[in-house]
Structures are given as C-alpha cells and as structure tokens.
C-alpha cells in the first residue's frame, strides 16, 4: 500500500474529476485543474477550490472526486470525499478523505509534452455535437477555421491558445499535424473544453485545457508515440549523443 504523506506535498499539482449524471441518466466527467494547500498526518487532503474564467468552483459537501497527483515521483491517483470546506486566509478551501488506496497511474496518456504545435478549431454547433456524442461522426463538410497553438500534449488531451472564444464544456473540432517516423500526419479530434482562461500577459488570447473524446484508426497511440519520440530525440540532443 502506498502512503499518501510520502508522496503527495502541499503545491502538487491535483487534476480533480468528479462524475456526475446527466438528466437522461448517462455518466458525464467534470474536470478541474487544482493544487493542493496541505495535508494532514491522518492523510486528509486539502486542496484550493479551483478557478475558472475568475470563479470559483465551489466543491458540495459530500461529492467525491477522483484525485490526480503530479507528484515527484509520478502521477497517483485515488477517490475522495469532500468532508469539509472552509476559508484559510481568503483561500478557499475543500477538505477531502481518500476513500480508496492511492494507486500509481502507469497509463501512458498522462505523459504531456510540451511543444509549440499549430491547428485550427472550430466549436461545434448544438445539433452537430448532439449527433457527434451519439455517432462519433464529424460533419466532413465543416472545416476548422480558428487558429490556435497547441503547447503540450498527452495521450489524453491537450493545452492550447487561441484568440478564438470557445464555451467551457462545449466540444471543438481541432485539427492539427504531426511529424512521426512514418511521415506527416493529420488529425481531426474532438476535445471537450475543460478549462478556458484568458491569459494575463496576452489579454487578447485565452488557453484551453481539452480532453479528447473518441479517436479511431489508433490515433491516441499514434499521439503517445509521437511525444515519447520527440522526448528521446531531445535527451539526444541534450547529451550530446
């Protein structure tokens, strides 16, 4: 059994992903990008009620969350239950019990790469993500047109920024090329937008956290491989090898 004291500090990085049912009974995953404040001798977990677009989120009494941990040593996961909330300084503050084992997380579409990749987006229309959430079928007809840079990637999603405004939640087509062993390729992935900011230094651009909804013909392993790729290229270079 992993020890959560021996791994997890206060400033790690938390993913936080609470699943919630929608009202025609299907399972819907709402995500949120967090640090966290502390941690108790007893293993309970503090964390900083997370922010998007100025607001804060607030955690309800009781919601359980699977807890994602950027540690030192990896990336660990477990399930918590938010037993209290309070305000530390006029900090915000959800309190959390693990109510499962903390577990390391060994798949490989957390590894994220950092990278400065363009593409273009465009946000889907109300009747065109209906029928993509239930056919996974783009209309080929719609062409991307916003431009975007992609700055890291995983198998599981990407952190892009855009001028373009795109609705939290919403999903958008993204399309974007990869350089792989086996040549040039292009995707189109859908991602549903789970974090939008407006950038402070650059007020006229907004970054985007994205999480890729259904990818076919192996595209995701095609994606790790290109970042595990570009990674040893760059240890390569950076021995002098």
Wanted: charged residues 35%; glycine residues 8%; contains cysteine.
């Amino acid at each position: 059994m992993i020890d959560i004291l021996d791994v997890v500090r206060p400033g790690d990085r938390v993913d936080l992903e609470m699943i919630s049912v929608d009202g025609e009974g299907r399972e819907e995953k709402k995500y949120h990008i967090t640090k966290v404040y502390d941690i108790s001798d007893d293993a309970i977990v503090e964390v900083v009620m997370p922010q998007e677009q100025g607001r804060t989120i607030i955690m309800s009494q009781s919601a359980q969350y699977e807890m994602f941990f950027y540690a030192g040593r990896g990336l660990y996961s477990c399930i918590g239950e938010v037993i209290d909330r309070r305000n530390d300084d006029n900090v915000p503050v959800a309190v959390l019990e693990p109510v499962t084992e903390l577990s390391k997380k060994q798949r490989r579409e957390y590894f994220r790469y950092s990278c400065a990749i363009g593409m273009m987006g465009r946000q889907l229309p109300d009747w065109e993500e209906k029928s993509y959430l239930e056919q996974s079928k783009l209309d080929i007809m719609a062409e991307p047109g916003d431009r975007g840079v992609i700055v890291d990637i995983s198998g599981g999603g990407m952190r892009f920024v855009s001028q373009a405004e795109y609705e939290l939640g919403r999903l958008v087509h993204t399309r974007f090329v990869l350089d792989l062993k086996e040549g040039r390729r292009t995707y189109d992935a859908v991602i549903r937008v789970i974090t939008a900011e407006k950038m402070q230094n650059q007020p006229q651009n907004r970054e985007y956290r994205g999480q890729f909804l259904y990818m076919e013909n192996g595209a995701r392993e095609e994606i790790i491989r290109f970042i595990f790729e570009e990674e040893r290229k760059t240890r390569k270079r950076q021995s002098g090898v």
